[in-house]
């Protein structure tokens, strides 16, 4: 059995508890050596092996679970944030399965949930924006032509773009071109909730510049959209006036 942990965005605390349990019963590790915290790894029992898939390719990666699990061996693949989110984890799947070994995945806090939490920011606000998209500027991985960061602009809400802040300009100009305007509030989130952590923001007209003034080029997140900002309705979930399965409303 292979399972994939999700790490969490950086603090160590904030993997869980399954996957913290995981990674002490494990006998092999192989983690994301450029995001997930070493210190996760002072969880391992004495005799575990360490990987850092940093160095590796996939078909190294392959060969150390094949090999470990047919050995018997525990073997965890820790994965920064949570998993499902850009973890390359669907090609290890497909390979194991043709192996015939099984698979199991434990979530983890992603990166754009510590951001919020960094922010101290709703994602979600009644009148102002009911959707997030999570998306990344096109790199060397390709984008495919729906989903270009202008077209997904164009609906307003809020966006959490990841793997871009190293294209702050092109990422401006193609939010620009949606629905946003530069004065639409904007953030950039680096290496949220780890002891470096650093949040700037600003406005989207300024966006190429907070990078640039704080020397920000990697391992952040953008977050533009007017949850950022201070107008919003109150949810009628917690309205005196609102009935809901658990609470009867006031006439008011
Ligand atoms: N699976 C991960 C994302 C991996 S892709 C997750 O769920 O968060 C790697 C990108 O994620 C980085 O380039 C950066 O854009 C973002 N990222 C990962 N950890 C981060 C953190 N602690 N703070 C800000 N951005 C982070």
């Known amino acids: 059995m292979v399972n994939f942990v999700g790490a969490g965005p950086g603090a160590e605390d904030l993997i869980t508890v399954r996957g913290q349990e995981l990674l002490r019963a494990a006998d092999i590790i192989i983690y994301a ?3 997930v915290n070493p210190k996760l790894l002072e969880e391992a029992n ?4 360490i990987y850092n ?10 060969k150390v679970m094949i090999d470990a699990d047919r050995l018997g ?5 820790l994965h920064t944030g949570d998993p499902s989110l850009y973890g390359a984890i669907r090609e290890q799947m497909d390979r ?6 099984p698979y199991q995945i434990c979530p983890g806090v992603s990166s754009f949930c510590a951001a919020a939490a960094a922010l101290q920011a709703e994602y979600t606000l009644p009148a102002v924006s009911q959707s997030v998209i ?4 096109e790199g060397r991985t390709p984008v495919p032509e729906l989903e270009q960061l202008h077209l997904l602009a164009g609906h307003g809400c809020t966006m959490v773009i990841f793997l871009s802040v190293g294209m702050a300009k092109k990422v401006q100009q193609e939010l620009l071109r949606g629905a946003y305007s530069g004065d639409t509030p904007c ?10 952590e650093q949040i700037v923001r600003g ?5 190429p510049q907070m990078a640039f003034t704080h020397g920000i080029r990697k391992t952040a997140l953008i977050v533009v959209g007017e949850c950022l900002g201070e107008d919003y309705e109150l949810s009628k979930l917690y309205d005196a006036s609102f009935t809901t399965e658990f609470r009867k409303g006031t006439k008011v």
Do not use: P, Q
């Open 187 to 196: 953030a950039i989130v680096y290496k949220a909730s780890w002891k470096e």
């Open 46 to 49: 004495a005799d575990c092996r």
């Open 134 to 137: 999570i998306t990344r500027m």
């Open 73 to 77: 061996r525990r073997v965890v693949r």
């Open 33 to 35: 050596g450029s995001l």
């Open 96 to 101: 194991l399965k043709e192996a015939g070994i």
């Open 53 to 62: 898939s940093a160095y590796m390719t996939l078909d190294e990666v392959m």
């Open 203 to 207: 406005m989207l007209k300024d966006l």
